[in-house]
């Protein structure tokens, strides 16, 4: 199966989180064909949630898994860290107090 490129990804995503009306920004644009995606789930209080996309060997799976919670500034300062091993990463930031994030749904895994 073809694997579509991280800024094709990346703007679908966008576009369906617009769809919801969930604010969202491309706070570290990656590498346009194979760079990683980050998700920053911001939910307004001074906490978020950052999630990365994971292969499970056994299954052959994709899925979307927590790498960190806490307070914003926590959650900020290991995005950071994650910067830092890779730059090709991009950092997605979805500002939305219900904690909706829309990561679970067909065709984002």
């Not at 978020?48 to 060997?57: E, G, P, V």
């Not at 990463?89 to 067909?106: K, N, S, T, Y």
Request: proline content about 2%.
């Amino acid at each position: 199966m073809a694997r579509l490129t991280a800024e094709f990804w990346v703007h679908a995503y966008l576009a369906r989180l617009r769809f919801q009306e969930i604010p969202a920004f491309v706070v570290a644009h990656g590498d346009d064909t194979a760079g990683a995606v980050l998700i920053k789930l911001n939910t307004l209080d001074g906490q978020a949630t950052a999630f990365h996309r994971s292969f499970d060997l056994l299954s052959g799976e994709r899925k979307w898994v927590e790498l960190t919670s806490g307070s914003e500034r926590d959650v900020d300062a290991a995005i950071a860290k994650q910067r830092s091993f890779d730059p090709d990463l991009w950092v997605i930031e979805v500002e939305d107090r219900q904690g909706r994030h829309l990561l679970g749904e067909e065709g984002l895994l």
